[in-house]
């Protein structure tokens, strides 16, 4: 069965700072998408940044890029120049295409001014 | 753009009462999915449909009960509310299986007492 583990209940960082948060992900499938997603106090989920496996380029959305390891099965989150705003929990998720959604425990960041 | 609307943002129940979260979408989106959301826990699935008319259980679906009468519409039933079901619920749809990222609702904080 897949599996998606998150194994940094919290994390901090100075603002300014970089960080990375790490998200490993257990599948036999050789094609499927992985996510990442910020939740910040006000619930809502927000996408951050999306990888396809097929693709061996890391995804990049302007301060937060990934750092994606398909045979460690690893996918982590890298977010530079952190600021006050990105204080939320953060989920790594996984699809292998079908409905099936599956998601990690997440990692809730703290910024620290 | 309304996305995925969910309602009530809040509700306190007693224990045996009965209670329908409102999900409705306005995208054409043919997967619908219900998620809830425990400390420390992640999103766990408790039912998804893939189109109206056709509904399934996810990972946690008992307590609960679905239908999918209109492509926009997908609200979930509580029969019976116990303490175990104090949680936050997230709605979330997509258009096709496969590697678009879940749209979610902005989540129902329900607490039973």
């Known amino acids: 069965a897949q599996t998606v583990t998150q194994s940094q209940p919290e994390m901090s960082v100075q603002e300014a700072e970089t960080v990375t948060l790490s998200c490993t992900y257990d599948?036999?499938?050789?094609?499927?998408?992985l996510f990442w997603y910020k939740q910040p106090p006000s619930r809502q989920m927000i996408l951050v940044i999306r990888?396809?496996?097929?693709?061996?380029q890391n995804a990049t959305e302007n301060r937060f890029s990934v750092n994606f390891q398909k045979a460690a099965k690893s996918f982590s989150l890298k977010i530079s120049d952190s600021q006050l705003g990105d204080a939320a929990m953060y989920f790594c998720?996984?699809?292998?295409?079908?409905?099936?959604?599956?998601f990690g425990t997440g990692t809730r960041l703290k910024v620290l001014a | 753009n309304a996305g995925v609307t969910q309602t009530p943002k809040f509700r306190i129940l007693k224990i045996g009462q009965s209670m329908t979260l409102q999900c409705t979408q306005d995208?054409?989106?043919?997967?619908m999915y219900w998620y809830r959301q425990d400390p420390g826990m992640g999103l766990k699935l408790i039912y998804y449909?893939?189109?109206?008319?056709?509904?399934d259980k996810g990972e946690v679906p008992n307590g609960y009960n679905v239908s999918r009468s209109t492509t926009e519409d997908f609200p979930l039933r509580l029969e019976l509310a116990a303490p175990s079901q104090t949680s936050v619920y997230f709605c979330?749809?997509?258009?096709?299986?496969?590697?678009?990222?879940?749209?979610f609702g902005n989540g129902t904080r329900l607490t039973v007492t």
């Open positions: 979330a749809s997509i258009s096709d299986r496969g590697h678009s990222p879940l749209h």
């Open positions: 449909s893939v189109g109206a008319g056709i509904t």
């Open positions: 990888q396809e496996a097929y693709k061996q």
């Open positions: 599948t036999s499938e050789s094609d499927y998408y």
């Open positions: 998720a996984y699809t292998s295409g079908t409905y099936k959604y599956i």
């Open positions: 995208m054409n989106h043919n997967y």
